[in-house]
């Protein structure tokens, strides 16, 4: 059957997003009978203000777009795109909760829509979502393809598919879906072939040697691997607390500047991830002092603010530039190195002994930190998201719809190298903006208990999960999710940083 083209492109940038979905599983407590009805009938409310959800995505089509990958003409139907199943046989809500909705759990056949798991059809959905129905509640796994948006556009597609489940405006505006912005003005891509266009410093290109080299594992590392997937909870007064005492220093020492809870939080797992995995640089836990190895952190920087004009708070398509903080190794190992082979002051100390308690009963995060060695790391962090401005941004878009063909030789990626010959890197993915636990999806669904991913069999770097909002008087939290070998995964439970700032909520 041909596929219809649809009148909408993605964008030059879009075209170089992951080919994959973003995934997210959403629990609920609702038993109400008419849940299902309910998230149908908003799924049907979506459907009508971005059509483009019941669409299928055409790659490598010549002559449609600089991206090489457009959308179908709407090609399903909600009911197409939205299945339930039952097995409230098989998972017990109480018990899942109990448990802290482990991932393993969401490893139960059926949780996950099939055709969002590799390989994928052709041409791929862009939207396909499925409910499970658990003895006591309600699983909820919603899979957008990446191409089409980023995290905070599919954070917008669930506060309108929830307006609609809840029969409320959301006051969505077709702005939301206008993709011009991301493409450039004629003036600005008038490119002499003499002086060709130099590559921005937020893209690279990957050879294909360097490609299949990396492939290359040691004999020790290949076969088979156990990996385990952790979620770990940071109570928001411990990140204030350490914010507070970063930014205190840093106004000591560089007036002005400032650091945010997400620089700092991701600057602590920077420093217990490349110490967990143990790199033949280290030396009984001690960095070398006369290593001048480099360390890097990957992590993804949104721009619809800082574009002129700005684009729409929930603008749907993917709008984000990858970009890098780069620090002395030895820098980010000393972060989590603080006291680390001193005796600990919970563990060894003698009744009665004076120590730093907070009104919770626990010892102030700042006691377990090198605050100097942090605020270095966290600032370098800012300092790169700061470096995400609008002549930068058009200067990574004009660049790629000025080269609209990828070389497959030499693969253009977003974003600098991900890390320096002979350095440690590692990435983190924040989705602590999103809403999803504020959202109220109608008196028949409630709101979200918890945001997961299924257990992972693969190495993934941190993601930090949307904020969890305070209950009962508590200040909330975040939660992050990671995935490691279990040599390396031990490490990091047991690292003297994660013990004192985070609870491991569960292991699977």
Known sequence: MAVTVYSLHLSPLEGHMPRTYARQIYCFSTTNSQAIETLSEGLAGLAQDVPYVLSRIISDTPGTASSGAVISAPYYRPEDIFSCHDL????????????????????????????????????????????????????????????????????????IWASHCRKEDVGFDRSWMDRSPLYSSSQSLRINNSHPMPMPDLLHTKIKEDAVRGTDLPSTAKGKKDYQTGVFYFPRQHLRALKDATNAHIALQEPGSWVSTSDVLSAL???????????????????TRQSSRISTLSFPVQFRSVLRPALPRNFLGAAFLMTSARVPHEDVCRVSDFRSLSISLTHDQEPGAESHVNNAGMQEPIDFVDISALANVALAIRRSVHGIDDATVRGVLDYLEA??????????????????????????????????????????????????????TVERNPIILPHIPGLNGDDGGIEVIMSYEEDIMQRLTESHVMKRLATLRCLS
């Open 88 to 159: 409230s046989g098989i998972v017990d809500y109480a018990t899942l909760k109990a448990g802290h909705f482990a991932p393993e759990v969401f490893l139960t056949p059926g949780i996950v829509p099939p055709d969002t798991i590799p390989p994928y059809p052709e041409p791929p959905a862009i939207f396909l979502a499925r409910a499970s129905l658990v003895n006591g509640g309600l699983i909820l796994c919603v899979a957008v393809h990446h191409l089409v948006t980023d995290i905070t556009g599919y954070d917008a597609l669930l506060k």
């Open 269 to 287: 797992l920077w420093s217990v991830i490349v110490r967990a995995q143990d790199h033949p640089y280290l030396r009984n836990g001690r960095v």
């Open 403 to 456: 080269h609209p063909r990828p070389n497959p030789e030499a693969r253009l990626v977003l974003g600098p190298p991900r890390c320096e010959p002979g350095g440690s890197n590692t990435s983190v993915v924040s989705w602590a903006d999103q809403c999803i636990y504020e959202l109220d999806w109608g008196h028949a669904i409630g709101r979200c208990d918890a945001v997961r991913l299924a257990k992972m």
